[in-house]
């Protein structure tokens, strides 16, 4: 009888502990599937642009501004599994081991350090949410850190100079900063719905500043 009461009571004490994990695992499968159904979505051709936008990295850079760096990040190594093992998420329906040895790996290793530092800063930055510094911090993970790994990729792949590679990518560079805003501007009524998603600016503070004894 005690055995059975034991068993129990240390069930009922698992279920608070499983919640939390239950609900990180299922906004990662959120978020892996906002990126793969953008890239079902056609491709968006911009006026005085000669190629056309994918809406993809917008999945990258809201899943940073809404699930922080550890879930985000997670969230675009699952869609990347997914695409590995053959199913065609990617923009123009590709998937298969074979789009990690083209020059576009580079962007693809991207997603993943944009959406870690997106995540990162905005948790830093905390509660509420402030659209002009999540345009900023989706632009700084986005584009820039993106960029970087964009075209050290078609370089080390693509047998490209930094100049071709830029040369080749700077087209995009408008669209990805029409992507960082709408990033933001849709993460905010997120997290006014779900404000549980950020630490508030004073609970960050209080986490850092501990008294030393």
Request: hydrophobic content about 55%; overall charge positive; proline content about 8%.
């Amino acid at each position: 009888m005690a055995h059975t009461s034991s068993t129990g009571d240390t069930s009922d004490s698992d279920r608070p502990a499983a919640r939390p994990a239950a609900r990180g695992l299922a906004h990662v499968a959120i978020f892996t599937g906002i990126i793969a159904v953008l890239g079902l979505l056609p491709a968006l051709p911009i006026p005085g642009l000669p190629v056309p936008i994918t809406l993809q990295t917008l999945g990258v850079m809201l899943a940073g501004a809404v699930l922080g760096p550890r879930k985000a990040a997670a969230s675009v190594l699952l869609f990347f599994v997914l695409v590995a093992i053959g199913l065609p998420l990617l923009a123009g329906g590709r998937g298969g081991l074979g789009v990690f040895a083209s020059p576009s790996v580079g962007f693809f290793v991207g997603w993943v350090a944009a959406a870690l530092v997106i995540g990162w800063l905005t948790q830093r930055r905390g509660a509420p949410y402030s659209i002009p510094w999540g345009i900023g911090i989706n632009v700084l993970g986005g584009i820039v850190v993106m960029y970087v790994f964009g075209l050290a990729g078609m370089m080390a792949v693509g047998g490209l100079t930094l100049s071709a590679a830029f040369v080749a990518t700077v087209v995009f560079i408008p669209g990805d900063v029409i992507k960082a805003v709408l990033a933001a501007l849709i993460a905010k009524p997120v997290h006014a719905a779900y404000p549980g998603l950020l630490k508030t600016r004073r609970r960050a503070a209080e986490a850092v500043d501990v008294p030393s004894a």
